[in-house]
């Protein structure tokens, strides 16, 4: 599974998109995904290339304000515009005017600034406004905007006809009454859609919806561009992207065999690629390679390891989780119990234990207080039962429960055990992964640079979760950059976005293991197939820390559920054999070369010390094999494409490692 993944990830990356593959632009074009500006700070540049690609150098601000402030006119002219002014046009009337029209063309530079933009389509559709504004760009001119502004700049508009839509709207039901798109309006840049302030407002899910509604009503794939607040995108007539701010700036499209389709209501895409592009990179639109970012991210491995059966669920609230709570009843053996683990508060899970007894399943708390860290009691109990959930649990509190008591000990071992069954309800969710945002409720926390990441209970071993996706009563920053920003921190191939009432069930059966989501909202897959990455650098705030937002490239994203299950290949026992932290294995996936090399914060072996190092089949045919000091390197660029099995073994201690290797040609 995991190599078709790749596969189709490299691939994806290697096709022109038909939307602007050998075009170029009459004109230049500035987005802005909102926020304020900042005089001597990330706006500068951005809006000062405005002013240099107007060859005349006058910029004309358009608003549909009673009465705007002039700062920003003045703005422009620091920046080096030759003459700026606001132009005011809250009605048809204007917007029609002969004198609207004559003073307008004079300018060689369009600015629409924030506010509402059914205001901008509504009023200025049809009218010399829309001309004028066609012209100067046609003839080269620039056409710019944030937040409002910047939705009515792409071919596709979200024009917010009856008001703004939420992104878990969009995945719900892709055709709700708020989803008004239009193609009829400024087709500024083709086969494209913007939209702004995705990282604060999570509308990562909202570009998604417009993409899966244009290319199921209309029968085109478009673009999507998302941009942060507090961060540009400008875009030159040879469709070369500068990106500049604070922020990202993504491109969300369908890749190598995508397809859309509703269930229910809800909307399913089977393979969407996506990129995030940061400060300083350079965007090539005919190709949307991304350049400049100045790290990596790698994986360790691909496929993911889980030995119990594992139940998460989205959201805090008790009514979004009744049909989880039904299907876990159902999984508890004969007249067993469910055990509640939860933290000092009891209030939440005396509620699902009163919730649990209304549906006929017999539960009792087990609260992780230092009174409960060695009562053999509660060992009996915990041995005497087979499913166990997670309720409203602190994770300093929670990981001392396991670490220092009897109790606490036997559960992690359960959470190897097959046949146990543990569920997470709401925010535990998140430390069933192997890595977690312990704070990701904590305002600004990732505005501020300051997401706490830190080792999750690691049933899943390559994977993150992040419940409450687009609960705006959290911080929804902190879930839509921190599920990225993990997955690139700590090389992680897999993560989850989960909101309202989703739940996953996961289970290992066949040498797979697969993840069954149902609700009413589709779960969000996200894959790291390993690519060129880095991080946010550009501080909000002087003397603050960058935002936690990471850059990769070719990404993919998927939604889904209990129609199209995610199966990823079970490599439990295959990646975790002998010591996983000896060696580093690199590149991988790989096409010519494979260099392996002791990892000298683990191991230190003598130089002399000789290892065997093999290269199987998955079916355990052996096709090359030597023994060699190290570091060393195996040539295997004669070999097919496929998935090997790489084997490291210390001639002298026996100790040995085994890894997954996808080759790929």
Same mark, same amino acid.
């Given at each position: 599974?995991?190599?078709?993944?790749?596969?189709?990830?490299?691939?994806?990356?290697?096709?022109?998109?038909?939307?602007?593959?050998?075009?170029?632009?009459?004109?230049?074009?500035?987005?802005?995904?909102?926020?304020?500006?900042?005089?001597?700070?990330?706006?500068?540049?951005?809006?000062?290339?405005?002013?240099?690609?107007?060859?005349?150098?006058?910029?004309?601000?358009?608003?549909?304000?009673?009465?705007?402030?002039?700062?920003?006119?003045?703005?422009?002219?620091?920046?080096?515009?030759?003459?700026?002014?606001?132009?005011?046009?809250?009605?048809?009337?204007?917007?029609?005017?002969?004198?609207?029209?004559?003073?307008?063309?004079?300018?060689?530079?369009?600015?629409?600034?924030?506010?509402?933009?059914?205001?901008?389509?509504?009023?200025?559709?049809?009218?010399?406004?829309?001309?004028?504004?066609?012209?100067?760009?046609?003839?080269?001119?620039?056409?710019?905007?944030?937040?409002?502004?910047?939705?009515?700049?792409?071919?596709?508009?979200?024009?917010?006809?009856?008001?703004?839509?939420?992104?878990?709207?969009?995945?719900?039901?892709?055709?709700?009454?708020?989803?008004?798109?239009?193609?009829?309006?400024?087709?500024?840049?083709?086969?494209?859609?913007?939209?702004?302030?995705?990282?604060?407002?999570?509308?990562?899910?909202?570009?998604?919806?417009?993409?899966?509604?244009?290319?199921?009503?209309?029968?085109?794939?478009?673009?999507?561009?998302?941009?942060?607040?507090?961060?540009?995108?400008?875009?030159?007539?040879?469709?070369?992207?500068?990106?500049?701010?604070?922020?990202?700036?993504?491109?969300?499209?369908?890749?190598?065999?995508?397809?859309?389709?509703?269930?229910?209501?809800?909307?399913?895409?089977?393979?969407?690629?996506?990129?995030?592009?940061?400060?300083?990179?350079?965007?090539?639109?005919?190709?949307?390679?991304?350049?400049?970012?100045?790290?990596?991210?790698?994986?360790?491995?691909?496929?993911?390891?889980?030995?119990?059966?594992?139940?998460?669920?989205?959201?805090?609230?008790?009514?979004?989780?009744?049909?989880?709570?039904?299907?876990?009843?159902?999984?508890?053996?004969?007249?067993?119990?469910?055990?509640?683990?939860?933290?000092?508060?009891?209030?939440?899970?005396?509620?699902?234990?009163?919730?649990?007894?209304?549906?006929?399943?017999?539960?009792?708390?087990?609260?992780?207080?230092?009174?409960?860290?060695?009562?053999?009691?509660?060992?009996?109990?915990?041995?005497?039962?087979?499913?166990?959930?997670?309720?409203?649990?602190?994770?300093?509190?929670?990981?001392?429960?396991?670490?220092?008591?009897?109790?606490?000990?036997?559960?992690?071992?359960?959470?190897?055990?097959?046949?146990?069954?543990? @569920?997470?309800? *709401?925010?535990? &969710?998140?430390? #069933?992964?192997?890595? /977690?945002? %312990?704070?990701?409720? !904590?305002?600004?926390? +990732?505005?501020?640079?300051?997401?706490?990441?830190?080792?999750?209970?690691?049933?899943?071993?390559?994977?993150?979760?992040?419940?409450?996706?687009?609960?705006?009563?959290?911080?929804?920053?902190?879930?839509?950059?921190?599920?990225?920003?993990?997955?690139?921190?700590?090389?992680?191939?897999?993560?989850?976005?989960?909101?309202?009432?989703?739940?996953?069930?996961?289970? @290992?059966?066949? *040498?797979?293991? &697969?993840?069954? #989501?149902?609700?009413? /909202?589709? %779960?969000?897959?996200? !894959?790291?197939?390993? +690519?060129?990455?880095?991080?946010?650098?550009?501080?909000?705030?002087?003397?603050?820390?960058?935002?936690?937002?990471?850059?990769?490239?070719?990404?993919?994203?998927?939604?889904?559920?209990?129609?199209?299950?995610?199966?990823?290949?079970?490599?439990?026992?295959?990646?975790?054999?002998?010591?996983?932290?000896?060696?580093?294995?690199?590149?991988?996936?790989?096409?010519?070369?494979?260099?392996?090399?002791?990892?000298?914060?683990?191991?230190?072996?003598?130089?002399?010390?000789?290892?065997?190092?093999?290269? +199987?089949?998955?079916?355990?045919?052996?096709?090359?094999?030597?023994?060699?000091?190290?570091?060393?390197?195996?040539?295997?660029?004669?070999?097919?494409?496929?998935?090997?099995?790489?084997?490291?073994?210390?001639?002298?201690?026996?100790?040995?490692?085994?890894?997954?290797?996808?080759?790929?040609?």
């Amino acid at each position: 599974m995991s190599k078709l993944l790749i596969i189709k990830a490299v691939v994806a990356m290697m096709l022109c998109p038909v939307w602007v593959c050998g075009q170029s632009l009459p004109g230049n074009i500035m987005v802005v995904g909102g926020g304020s500006e900042d005089a001597g700070g990330w706006s500068d540049t951005p809006y000062r290339w405005v002013t240099q690609m107007a060859q005349n150098g006058k910029v004309a601000c358009i608003t549909t304000d009673e009465a705007p402030t002039q700062w920003l006119p003045q703005y422009f002219m620091s920046l080096g515009a030759s003459w700026s002014r606001n132009f005011v046009i809250r009605n048809s009337q204007t917007a029609n005017a002969q004198e609207t029209y004559d003073s307008l063309i004079t300018y060689d530079a369009l600015f629409f600034k924030g506010g509402d933009q059914w205001d901008y389509y509504h009023i200025y559709k049809g009218t010399v406004v829309e001309q004028a504004s066609m012209e100067i760009f046609n003839r080269g001119g620039v056409v710019s905007g944030t937040s409002a502004g910047l939705q009515i700049l792409g071919e596709v508009d979200f024009i917010a006809m009856n008001g703004t839509v939420y992104p878990e709207e969009a995945l719900e039901d892709p055709f709700n009454n708020y989803m008004t798109l239009t193609n009829d309006f400024l087709p500024f840049f083709p086969a494209t859609i913007f939209d702004s302030h995705v990282a604060e407002r999570g509308r990562f899910g909202r570009i998604t919806g417009f993409l899966g509604n244009w290319s199921l009503a209309e029968q085109q794939e478009i673009l999507g561009i998302g941009v942060d607040d507090k961060t540009a995108l400008c875009i030159d007539t040879s469709g070369t992207g500068y990106v500049y701010g604070t922020g990202a700036v993504g491109l969300y499209h369908a890749g190598v065999g995508n397809t859309f389709s509703i269930s229910g209501s809800k909307l399913l895409a089977s393979n969407l690629e996506v990129s995030q592009a940061l400060n300083s990179c350079i965007i090539d639109f005919s190709t949307l390679n991304i350049n400049g970012l100045q790290g990596s991210t790698q994986p360790a491995f691909y496929g993911e390891s889980l030995s119990c059966n594992l139940m998460l669920s989205a959201s805090d609230a008790l009514s979004d989780n009744e049909e989880f709570l039904l299907r876990l009843k159902s999984l508890v053996p004969g007249n067993e119990e469910i055990i509640i683990i939860t933290g000092y508060s009891l209030s939440t899970a005396q509620a699902v234990q009163n919730h649990l007894t209304q549906i006929g399943a017999a539960s009792a708390i087990l609260s992780t207080t230092p009174d409960n860290y060695d009562d053999p009691l509660w060992l009996q109990r915990l041995q005497s039962n087979d499913v166990y959930l997670f309720v409203d649990n602190e994770y300093e509190v929670l990981n001392d429960f396991l670490e220092y008591g009897s109790n606490g000990q036997y559960l992690k071992a359960a959470m190897a055990e097959a046949g146990k069954t543990f @569920a997470f309800m *709401g925010s535990d &969710s998140r430390f #069933a992964g192997k890595y /977690c945002a %312990v704070n990701y409720k !904590e305002a600004y926390a +990732s505005y501020d640079g300051e997401l706490d990441i830190r080792e999750g209970l690691g049933l899943l071993k390559n994977s993150a979760i992040m419940p409450n996706t687009f609960n705006e009563d959290l911080n929804v920053e902190n879930t839509a950059t921190g599920l990225p920003y993990i997955l690139v921190k700590e090389n992680l191939a897999y993560g989850f976005w989960m909101h309202g009432n989703a739940w996953m069930e996961i289970s @290992a059966s066949n *040498g797979q293991i &697969s993840f069954k #989501a149902r609700g009413s /909202c589709p %779960v969000i897959f996200l !894959e790291n197939p390993g +690519s060129p990455a880095g991080f946010a650098d550009l501080p909000v705030s002087s003397g603050g820390l960058p935002r936690n937002i990471a850059g990769f490239t070719g990404f993919r994203m998927q939604l889904f559920d209990e129609t199209n299950d995610i199966m990823l290949e079970d490599v439990t026992g295959i990646h975790e054999e002998g010591n996983v932290l000896g060696f580093r294995v690199f590149p991988v996936p790989t096409a010519d070369d494979i260099s392996i090399a002791p990892d000298v914060i683990w191991v230190k072996p003598s130089p002399s010390a000789l290892f065997r190092v093999s290269l +199987s089949g998955i079916g355990g045919d052996v096709i090359c094999e030597k023994t060699t000091t190290l570091p060393t390197t195996l040539h295997i660029g004669h070999f097919p494409s496929g998935t090997f099995i790489l084997s490291i073994e210390n001639t002298k201690t026996g100790t040995h490692y085994h890894k997954k290797i996808v080759i790929i040609h």
